[in-house]
Nanobody, 129 residues
């Protein structure tokens, strides 16, 4: 059974940094691709960044150059380093995992929430101006 537990959220001032972590269990990283999503009150869930089985990454334009997604296969941990945070980054952040089908390339990942079935409980990030 896939389990995802996020941590590392908090409150920071604009321009600050936070590092989110997602402890994963119940699956082999090489068989999955992973992603970080966020959802602010009254807004749709947004795919922030994803990472493929081979480490290929993809970012939303709004976070490109500020956020970095990474995974530690030995520790089964997914991370999101967030620098130069802005008030508009305020949201609940979720990690998600999707098992790769036999027809999906190892370099492929998705930032579409409809592609994911396994989710963590979320961690809140609040950025003040």
């Amino acid at each position: 059974q896939v389990q995802l537990v996020e941590s590392g959220g908090g409150s920071v001032q604009a321009g600050g940094s936070l590092r989110l972590s997602c402890a994963a269990s119940g699956f082999t990283y090489g068989d999955y691709y992973m992603a970080w999503f966020r959802q602010a009150p009254g807004k749709e869930r947004e795919g922030v960044a994803c990472i493929a089985s081979d480490g290929t990454t993809n970012y939303a334009e709004s976070v490109q150059g500020r956020f970095t997604i990474s995974q530690d296969n030995r520790e089964n941990t997914l991370s999101l380093q967030m620098n130069n945070l802005k008030p508009e980054d305020t949201a609940m952040y979720y990690c998600a995992a999707r098992r790769r089908s036999p027809y999906t390339s190892i370099w492929y990942c998705s930032r579409s929430s409809s592609n994911f079935y396994d989710w963590g409980q979320g961690t809140q990030v609040t950025v003040s101006s």
